[in-house]
């Protein structure tokens, strides 16, 4: 799921304002919970203001109670609302609550809310540089439903409001509003404002990182991000974003690291945990996933727990369950959260389900399903599974599963091997040793897994890929095959075709040959490139020679 965490990395952390009391505690309480909202502290920020309501159960406290659970990576529109409504039955005049009303209708997708938050603006008469920052973080909280214009005039004349004291959160909004709007330029110049405010500077070059993600400058990004973990080791929303970064470099085994260290530093909200889930399923980090989510799933009522549950049903291929729990999810979600990609793992599940159905009716139906799902992931251009790598799993009879792992053939050395990997997941010296133990043993979905973890470390070493191919086309599964040895075909670079021309010259055969029943001119191609590499490959000179007639 690559899309989930790089998507969400522009939630990370954002500012909170700085509200003054006359009660000295109160004040220290309310920026306890500011500072644990800021670092992913969830859990940490509803006792502190669930405390303040005990001790003082005014309006404005109710608000920062309903704030926190529109602020978690997974808002909780039920409790934010329950919140809201006993702040306005405490004052029911009070700007903030209206407010947070209205962000929760704009967070289920009714945009009508703009205007409302707006009402709320002016009834107030925008005297306060609290309501018109509320107003404006509302109006960037979602991807989705937003209005980045309106909130950069109100975060503006907050700050006019705020005159020299003005709080880093109000910089640090203003920057998500520009991001909003796709101006990084603006956007940067804010956090740069931002940075000699804040107390803690982490928090800034966090965002800084992330913005630079978002411009896809790699480098720039990574170095900001270094910056707020030297600045600050413990401020978890930092790992979560390095986290992001080595996903993208397909750098597994340091994402897991990071995601570690965000475990570490965040705390035990369950919403954080279901995050923390979702991270790692990105991360293809399947058993890790499934432990945090049976582990919080009781304590979650947000349907989103039924989607990601069935996505690691469908990595275990339970099709039947990955069905039941996706047609939950759907069944309980807005209608606004349900992603093409949703509906790719609904054609996947459609085709896994097909491959066993014995009636032809039913058979048929299920692979028209497949095909219509699938072709909308794939219209959106929705990068979360390889959907023709994993329909070509499922055809080949199923991807491969620990569990038909753990049935196949073993050894000591296999054995010994494994608890070589499971202590250091970035060996790949033995990760290799591990996988041609496997494929000795003609344990294939073996040999199959371990290939795959070794292409997500070294996902330049184009070995490792030719290696998937032999093992898949081993296992009959001949549709991933083919994707295999096209991928290590495309992986090689041009200085290593010389010393590597026999085996392109096969994988290039391979693909002919497991192409000249579907796709004859693919076939003509990569059978003459076969033979270009090595006129000597009398396997190849046939087939050319066969298919040309």
Do not use: C
Not at 121 to 136: F, H, P, W
Not at 209 to 222: E, N, R, S
Not at 382 to 398: P, Y
């Amino acid at each position: 799921m690559k899309d989930i965490m790089i998507m969400n990395v522009k939630k990370i952390a954002f500012g909170a304002a700085v509200v003054f009391f006359s009660n000295f505690t109160s004040a220290q309480t309310l920026q306890d919970g500011i500072i644990s909202i800021d670092s992913d502290k969830f859990a940490q920020a509803k006792n502190n203001f669930t405390q303040m309501i005990a001790k003082d159960p005014s309006a404005e406290n109710h608000f920062y109670l309903g704030n926190t659970y529109l602020r978690q990576a997974e808002p909780d529109f039920a409790k934010a609302t329950e919140s809201f409504n006993k702040g306005l039955a405490a004052d029911r005049k009070s700007y903030l609550n209206q407010l947070g009303l209205a962000t929760v209708k704009l967070g289920k997708g009714d945009k009508s809310a703009i205007a409302e938050i707006q009402k709320v603006v002016t009834d107030s008469r925008e005297k306060d540089a609290e309501v018109l920052y509320r107003a404006a973080e509302a109006l960037t909280l979602f991807e989705k439903n937003n209005s980045p214009d309106l909130a950069i005039q109100f975060l503006n004349k907050a700050i006019e409001r705020a005159k020299k004291d003005v709080p880093a959160n109000y910089y640090y909004t203003l920057g998500d509003a520009y991001r909003l709007k796709k101006i990084p330029g603006d956007a940067m110049t804010a956090y740069d404002k931002a940075l000699p405010l804040a107390k803690n500077k982490a928090s800034v070059y966090t965002r800084i990182g992330t913005l630079w993600m978002a411009a896809q400058q790699w480098q720039q990004a990574k170095t900001s991000i270094e910056k707020a973990i030297a600045t600050d080791a413990t401020y978890a929303p930092a790992y979560k974003a390095l986290a992001a970064y080595n996903i993208k470099y397909q750098e597994n085994a340091k994402a897991t690291q990071d995601l570690i260290n965000y475990t570490k530093y965040a705390d035990e909200d369950p919403y954080t945990q279901l995050e923390i889930a979702k991270l790692y399923f990105t991360n293809e980090d399947y058993a890790n996933s499934k432990a945090i989510l049976d582990k919080i799933f009781d304590k979650v009522d947000d349907p989103i727990k039924f989607k990601l549950r069935s996505y690691v049903n469908y990595a275990d291929g339970q099709y039947a369950e990955a069905k039941q729990n996706m047609d939950t999810f759907v069944s309980k979600a807005e209608k606004s959260r349900v992603q093409p990609a949703d509906q790719g793992l609904q054609g996947l599940i459609a085709a896994g389900l097909a491959k066993t159905e014995t009636d032809a009716a039913k058979k048929a139906a299920l692979t028209a399903e497949s095909q219509q799902k699938i072709a909308i992931a794939k219209a959106a251009k929705d990068e979360t599974l390889k959907w023709d790598m994993e329909l070509a799993k499922i055809s080949g009879g199923g991807a491969a599963s620990q569990s038909s792992v753990d049935a196949g053939p073993t050894n000591p050395q296999i054995e010994a091997l494994k608890k070589q990997v499971a202590a250091n997941a970035q060996d790949s010296d033995a990760l290799y040793k591990l996988a041609t133990a496997y494929q000795d043993a003609k344990n294939w979905n073996g040999a199959i897994m371990t290939w795959q973890k070794m292409s997500a470390i070294l996902p330049d070493w184009a070995p490792a890929y030719y290696s998937l191919g032999y093992a898949y086309q081993q296992a009959t599964n001949n549709d991933a095959a083919k994707i295999s040895y096209e991928k290590y075909i495309a992986t090689v670079k041009p200085e290593e075709v010389e010393a590597n021309k026999q085996t392109l010259a096969y994988a290039y055969f391979a693909v002919a040959y497991l192409s000249k029943d579907s796709d004859v001119a693919k076939a003509k191609d990569y059978a003459a490139k076969s033979v270009q590499l090595d006129p000597t490959y009398q396997d190849a000179v046939k087939l050319n020679a066969e298919i040309n007639k």
